[in-house]
């Protein structure tokens, strides 16, 4: 549904993981309350579906082209980001990878992968925006945990370790930049449709869940939402999480900071 709220007029915003998902869901909302984005990705194609998708926007969206697992690629595309909008008043750290396997066949190359970019790119997205946030309007920065880094979730122990080292930096900048005023926030989606969860999208590393073909079905049971979804559809859609990452990265929580906000349909009540 479109929005009627204009939180973001004059604010600057840089996404990653722009490209499908929740990441283009919070492009989308964010242009919706009139923001000025920058929409950054691995995936051209994705960028482009972006845009597409935006057409009515017109000049409110930029795109650039980014790999966060890459230090050169990250310093390079967020200069090009502040420079398209002038500057940075929040940013959302979305990209992101999901492989799941046995523990005991995890191979050390996908687990290094897996903190790579989910990890360490959250690392060095918010590390280059430091100096535009610190001149920023209100600074925000709302990262991706997920409710794999709080609760037990079956074959996934490298993006669950990815995501409760996310969690756990956001802690530490929150308290370390308060004096500066930059709040630090992060959304942990559960049982939410997005290039990770559906095997598609190119800005995913075109990686789905995989789940192991021996997998304990009775297992997920621990990860499934008690909302009903309609069409009997296991997850919900992106926007779910992107109507919470607005919130976040706007005026409107300026007293909230140093915390997670769980979007999984009750799925850990």
Known sequence: MPSTLARYADRRVLITGAGSGIGQATVLRILDEGGRVVAADISESGLKDTVAKADAYGAQLSTVMMDVGDEASVQAGVVEAIAATGGLDTLVNAAGILRSCHFADTTLADFEKII??????????????????????????????????????????????????????????????????????????????????????????????????????????????????????????????????????????????????????????
């Open 116 to 269: 790579r970019i989910n990890l360490f790119g959250t690392f060095l997205v918010t590390r280059e925006a430091i100096p535009a946030l610190r001149q920023g309007n209100a600074a925000a920065v709302v990262n991706f945990s997920s409710t794999s880094a709080s609760f037990a979730h079956p074959y996934m122990s490298a993006y669950a370790a990815s995501k409760g080292g996310i969690q756990a930096m956001t802690h530490a900048l929150a308290l370390e930049f308060s004096k500066e005023r930059i709040r630090f926030n992060c959304v942990q989606p559960g049982s939410i449709s997005s290039g990770m969860t559906d095997g598609v999208g190119e800005s995913k590393q075109s990686v789905g869940p995989g789940l192991p073909e021996d997998m304990d079905f009775s297992l997920l049971g621990k990860i499934m939402s008690v909302l009903p979804l309609d069409g009997g559809a296991m997850f919900a859609k992106p926007d779910a999480v992107a109507s919470v990452v607005a919130m976040l990265g706007s005026a409107d929580a300026y007293w909230v900071t140093g915390t997670e906000v769980r979007v999984d349909g009750g799925t850990h009540t």
